[in-house]
């Protein structure tokens, strides 16, 4: 990924040390519809994204190369849980819960 300074005088937001990404290229890493569904029969059913649940950036952690966190948002309001995606070969392998963090 190659990342360049703007010039001061290009600077729409007049930041010092301001940069943007020349080969930005965006990749779909998990497609959230897959996790309303069972990846094999053994996943647990507390696992799936249910209806009522909404999954915003914000609550989305990186936690290596191939395993994320997703924090759903139940009435677009509160953490319930957490959802551990791995993916392997950029398909998801395995899908876990966790306990919401404590507020």
Same mark, same amino acid.
């Given at each position: 990924?190659?990342?360049?300074? *703007?010039? #001061?005088?290009? @600077?729409?937001?007049?930041? /010092? /040390?301001? &940069?943007? #990404?020349? @080969?930005?290229?965006?990749? %779909? !890493?998990?497609? &959230?519809?897959?996790?309303?569904?069972? +990846?094999?029969?053994?996943?647990?059913? /507390?696992?799936?994204?249910?209806?009522?649940? @909404?999954? *915003? !950036?914000?609550?989305?952690?990186? %936690?290596? =190369? =191939?395993? &994320?966190? +997703? &924090?759903? !948002?139940? /009435?677009?309001?509160?953490? $319930?849980? $957490?959802?551990?995606?791995? !993916?392997?070969?950029?398909? *998801?392998?395995?899908?876990?819960?966790?306990?919401?963090?404590?507020?």
């Amino acid at each position: 990924m190659k990342i360049k300074e *703007i010039e #001061f005088e290009e @600077d729409e937001w007049r930041h /010092d /040390d301001q &940069f943007v #990404f020349e @080969d930005n290229k965006a990749e %779909l !890493l998990i497609d &959230f519809e897959k996790l309303k569904t069972k +990846i094999n029969p053994d996943q647990a059913d /507390d696992t799936l994204l249910q209806a009522d649940e @909404d999954i *915003i !950036l914000h609550y989305i952690v990186k %936690l290596n =190369n =191939n395993k &994320f966190i +997703i &924090f759903p !948002l139940k /009435d677009s309001i509160f953490i $319930g849980r $957490g959802i551990i995606v791995e !993916l392997k070969d950029g398909e *998801i392998s395995k899908i876990t819960s966790t306990k919401a963090p404590d507020t």
